[in-house]
């Protein structure tokens, strides 16, 4: 539901992303988008114009978070104990939810984004092999790019998998789409090179590029990875026999030195795959997806969680990728709280690589940056004119540095989501606040 009429937010600090902070500002919107976002003062005798007023007073307002990976699916499987890698730890999740019936998930995907939102997030790109999350997302105010996930390694079935998955998602979007079809969207998601055959992945790229959709996937995220694509061992072979999914793989492996060497030399790479993890890929590896300007996502408390080791992100800064931050599931981490997982980024960064990342560089990673990689900044990741009204405001009375730290830093280091943040604005419309969560409980 949109306000007819126009709002404005007045707050002590703007973060716009578009503009140094301002002080003392006022964010004007009406329905969906923002019409300005200025200094108080440029907004003149607001008190006489037909205009609502909201006066957040010692606020912090700035764009909603953009969290580039997730899986909803998996928000109540409870943390999955595993410091032997990806592949055991598939191994549990598949067994954990063996006995779920739809409720359990619902009820998982609805955990994950009550999380999101209480978290600051506006924009989550979904990974999920099922319709639930389409669903259940469409019922809550969140935005959402979902990508549906395809796994086929049996070259034979490319068609019969091809027209199932287009059927679905043209299912999922008759019924959980059509009404909003700029808040919800739907992409294909083949879930890594190791799991789509080649010919598999040609006609989803064919796909992607004839609708212009971004295709997501995972990639190099593991060390098993290369240990299978060099001589077919690792720990993934037992994994995949576990499930049933080892014989067609096995009879159309071709060697490679990775997932990426084999896109690669099959021309299965372009520009419309958002390529997520990275944390085994060397900087040759990087080099390749840099040239075919392939946008990458870290998540680096997972990978940690995982040991999958970690995105060299002055590598990646070097070579000029694009990046931002993914969350992945929790089961594979504490939360989805990408306040969190950006100062558990910084902190890596620096005891790892000796490298800095300022906070405004690390805020736009979660922001700006990650709507340029959805192929959103002309919507989204700005208070701007023209731009949807997805914002947040954080309480910042009590915060520490309140006064003299840049605005930068108070939200990406000084800020706590359970305590500070006050309200969540998508759409134009008041998406979550902390008192009617408090309420709730
Ligand atoms: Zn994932």
Known sequence: MNNSQPTLHLSEIIITNNSEPIINGGLLIEDSKIIAVGKTEDFGDYKNKNIKIINHKDSLICPGFINLHSHLLYSKTGKINSSDGLFPWLEQLV?????????????????????????????????????????????????????????????????????????????????????????????????????????????LLQWSQENSKLLLTHLEESPDEKLWWQNKSGKAVNFWKSINKLEPKLKYWEKYNSGIDFLNKNNLLSKNIIGTHLCQANKDNLTVLKEKNINLVHCPRSNYYLNNGTANLKLWNELGILWGIGTDSIASNENLDLLQELRFTINQQNITYGFNIPAKGAFKAITSNAAKIISKDHELGYLKEGYYADFLVYDIKDTPGYTYQDPYNLIVFDVDNDKDLKEVWINGSRAWMKERMLNTI
Not at 120 to 148: C, D, H, M, W, Y
Not at 150 to 158: H, I, K, M, P, R
């Open 95 to 203: 067994s954990n939810m063996k006995d779920w019936q739809e409720d359990a998930y619902i009820n998982s995907i609805n955990f994950g984004i009550n999380q999101a939102l209480s978290t600051g997030t506006t924009f989550l790109v979904e990974n999920t092999p099922s319709n639930l999350s389409a669903q259940e997302l469409s019922k809550s105010p969140l935005r959402a790019l979902i990508g549906i996930e395809v796994f086929g390694s049996d070259e034979s079935e490319t068609e019969n998998i091809l027209h199932n998955t287009l059927e679905q998602m043209s299912n999922c979007h008759s019924r959980f789409c059509e009404n909003d079809i700029k808040r919800i969207e739907l992409t294909f998601s083949p879930h890594a090179p190791y799991d789509v055959s080649k010919p598999l992945w040609k006609r």
